[in-house]
C-alpha cells in the first residue's frame, strides 16, 4: 500500500498539536476510527511508525527548510514576527543558540515576534563548544533561503560573543548581533566597567555620554537600572558597540533584594537601553517557547530516534508544526469556549482530539 508524502507530512504536523511524545504515540493513535476517518483512511492504520522512520530516510532536508521558510514568510507578511518593545518601537529578531535532541546536537535558528516562536532551520553540532560554526553555517543558509532583510537583530548567548560574528552581522547577514553575557573580561565590556566607576553624578554620566534608565518591570518583578554608553571599540573590530550594564534586582522569591548584574553588546547605535534590557531576555525565548515546549509535546530531546537524517528531518517538520499550533492559539479557542474551566495543557489536547478545536492544514 503506497502512502503519500503529503500524509505522512500531515501526521507529523498534527503529532504536535495531538501532543504524541513518540512515533509510537502517534501510530497507535493513527490506529482509531476517528483518525482513520480525518484522514480517509480504510487500513488499521493510516501510517505505522516503523513507515514513518523509513521514509524519513530519503527524504529532502533543503526541501523541508524550503517548508519551514514559507512558513516564516507568511508568519513574517502578517506582522506575527515583529517584537515591540515597551517604548512602542519595533524590531524583528532572530535567535541562535545550540541544545541536545536525544544524541544529535544542534543549533537551531528561530524568528520571534510579540507571541509567535517560529522555528527555521536546524544545523547538526560535531560536539559542544561548536555553536559559533554551526550558527554561521544556519545564518549563511538563511540568507540563501530568506534574503538578507529576514531579521534586524541575531540574538546570542555569552559564549557566542565574538568579534568575526559581529561583524558578519553587520556585513554579510544586514543585521546587527546582541549578545547578553556576564563576562567583564571582554574588552569593550572591562572598558565600559571602568567609565562607569569614575560616574558619580548626573552631569558626569552627560559628559560621558552615559544614559541610565530606570523602572520597573511588572511582568518580571523586578526592578531594574540600565546604563548604557555609545562607540565603544574593540581592537580589531571595525565598528562601535552599544555596551550596556543591566542591574535586576528581584521583588518577590527567595531572591528578592538581591542584585543581578549582566551586560549586553550590540552594534546598534540606536537601540535605547531600556530596549536592550528587552532584547537580551527575549533570547530566552528560543530555551522556553520552543526546546521545552517542543519537548514537552513531542519528546524532541529523547533518544529514541538513532537516524541522524531522520531526526534532522523530523525536528523540522516539527518546527513548522510548533509555529501552526502556535498559529491556531489553541489554548484561547479553548479558554473562550470554556469559561471558569482551568485550561491545562492535556485539556487542550483532548479538545483536539475530540475535534472541539478544529486545526486545519493544507497537506500541499
Known amino acids: 500500500m503506497i502512502i503519500s508524502t503529503a500524509t505522512i507530512f500531515q501526521v507529523l504536523v498534527y503529532q504536535v498539536a495531538w501532543g504524541c511524545r513518540s512515533l509510537l504515540a502517534?501510530?497507535?493513535?493513527?490506529?482509531?476510527?476517528?483518525?482513520?476517518?480525518?484522514?480517509?483512511?480504510?487500513?488499521?492504520?493510516?501510517?505505522?511508525?516503523?513507515?514513518?522512520?523509513?521514509?524519513?530516510?530519503?527524504?529532502?532536508?533543503?526541501?523541508?527548510?524550503?517548508?519551514?521558510?514559507?512558513?516564516?514568510?507568511?508568519?513574517?507578511?502578517?506582522?506575527?514576527?515583529?517584537?515591540?518593545?515597551?517604548?512602542?518601537?519595533?524590531?524583528?529578531?532572530?535567535?541562535?543558540?545550540?541544545?541536545?535532541?536525544?544524541?544529535?546536537?544542534?543549533?537551531?535558528?528561530?524568528?520571534?515576534?510579540?507571541?509567535?516562536?517560529c522555528g527555521v532551520d536546524i544545523e547538526p553540532m560535531r560536539k559542544r563548544g561548536t555553536e559559533l560554526a554551526a550558527s554561521r553555517r544556519l545564518m549563511e543558509r538563511a540568507m540563501n533561503t530568506m534574503g538578507d532583510t529576514f531579521a534586524t537583530h541575531l540574538l546570542?548567548?555569552?559564549?557566542?560573543?565574538?568579534?568575526?560574528?559581529?561583524?558578519?552581522?553587520?556585513?554579510?547577514?544586514?543585521?546587527?548581533?546582541?549578545?547578553?553575557?556576564?563576562?567583564?573580561?571582554?574588552?569593550?565590556?572591562?572598558?565600559?566597567?571602568?567609565?562607569?566607576?569614575?560616574?558619580?553624578?548626573?552631569?558626569?554620566?552627560?559628559?560621558?555620554?552615559?544614559?541610565?534608565?530606570?523602572?520597573?518591570?511588572?511582568?518580571?518583578?523586578?526592578?531594574?537600572?540600565?546604563?548604557?554608553?555609545?562607540?565603544?571599540?574593540?581592537?580589531?573590530?571595525?565598528?562601535?558597540?552599544?555596551?550596556?550594564?543591566?542591574?535586576?534586582?528581584?521583588?518577590?522569591?527567595?531572591?528578592?533584594?538581591?542584585?543581578?548584574?549582566?551586560?549586553?553588546?550590540?552594534?546598534?547605535?540606536?537601540?535605547?537601553?531600556?530596549?536592550?534590557?528587552?532584547?537580551s531576555h527575549l533570547r530566552w525565548r528560543i530555551e522556553n517557547n520552543l526546546f521545552k515546549s517542543l519537548n514537552a509535546r513531542v519528546g524532541s530531546k529523547r533518544g529514541y530516534i538513532r537516524h541522524q537524517h531522520v531526526r534532522i528531518a523530523l525536528l523540522l517538520i516539527w518546527l513548522f508544526g510548533w509555529t501552526i499550533f502556535q498559529s491556531c492559539d489553541a489554548f484561547a479557542a479553548v479558554r473562550l469556549a470554556c469559561p471558569g474551566v482551568k485550561v491545562t495543557d492535556s485539556f487542550v489536547q483532548d479538545c483536539i482530539v475530540l475535534g472541539e478545536v478544529d486545526l486545519h492544514l493544507n497537506s500541499s
Open 156 to 279: 546570542y548567548d555569552g559564549l557566542m560573543a565574538d568579534r568575526i560574528d559581529f561583524r558578519n552581522a553587520i556585513s554579510l547577514w544586514k543585521m546587527h548581533l546582541v549578545v547578553k553575557t556576564e563576562d567583564t573580561r571582554l574588552e569593550p565590556i572591562a572598558w565600559a566597567r571602568d567609565l562607569f566607576a569614575d560616574i558619580h553624578s548626573k552631569s558626569d554620566a552627560e559628559v560621558s555620554g552615559v544614559v541610565i534608565a530606570k523602572g520597573v518591570d511588572d511582568l518580571r518583578n523586578v526592578e531594574y537600572e540600565v546604563w548604557a554608553v555609545r562607540g565603544v571599540m574593540w581592537t580589531e573590530l571595525e565598528y562601535p558597540l552599544n555596551v550596556a550594564r543591566v542591574v535586576e534586582v528581584p521583588l518577590k522569591g527567595d531572591n528578592a533584594g538581591q542584585p543581578q548584574i549582566y551586560w549586553v553588546l550590540t552594534t546598534d547605535l540606536t537601540i535605547l537601553p531600556s530596549e536592550l534590557r528587552e532584547l
Open 26 to 117: 502517534l501510530d497507535q493513535r493513527l490506529r482509531l476510527a476517528r483518525f482513520r476517518e480525518i484522514f480517509s483512511c480504510k487500513r488499521k492504520s493510516v501510517v505505522s511508525d516503523s513507515t514513518l522512520r523509513r521514509s524519513l530516510e530519503g527524504w529532502n532536508l533543503d526541501t523541508l527548510r524550503r517548508t519551514t521558510a514559507a512558513v516564516h514568510a507568511r508568519a513574517r507578511a502578517e506582522e506575527r514576527l515583529t517584537f515591540h518593545f515597551g517604548t512602542g518601537r519595533s524590531c524583528r529578531p532572530c535567535i541562535a543558540d545550540g541544545s541536545g535532541f536525544g544524541g544529535l546536537l544542534a543549533c537551531v535558528l528561530v524568528c520571534v515576534g510579540d507571541k509567535l516562536t
